[in-house]
């Protein structure tokens, strides 16, 4: 299971999930759906509570202006 620090890094160095947080943050915001099925596609542990914390960071590496 992978952390949330280690998809960050992941993302620094792939276009193809850089294409895919693009592609979800293209409407400016996130979606329970959409959170879910990205957290099991990467197998990422993280919960439900801890969205808005998630997307605040998101911003400010400016995945979403």
Do not use: C, W
Request: aromatic share 8%; charged share 40%; hydrophobic share 35%.
């Amino acid at each position: 299971m992978a952390t949330v620090e280690q998809l960050i890094e992941q993302y620094e160095t792939d276009p193809k999930l850089q294409k895919e947080v693009k592609d979800i943050l293209a409407d400016r915001k996130v979606t329970i759906n959409e959170f879910r099925t990205f957290a099991k596609k990467h197998d990422v542990d993280i919960s439900l509570k801890d969205l808005p914390k998630y997307m605040k960071e998101a911003k400010k590496l400016g995945f979403i202006k």
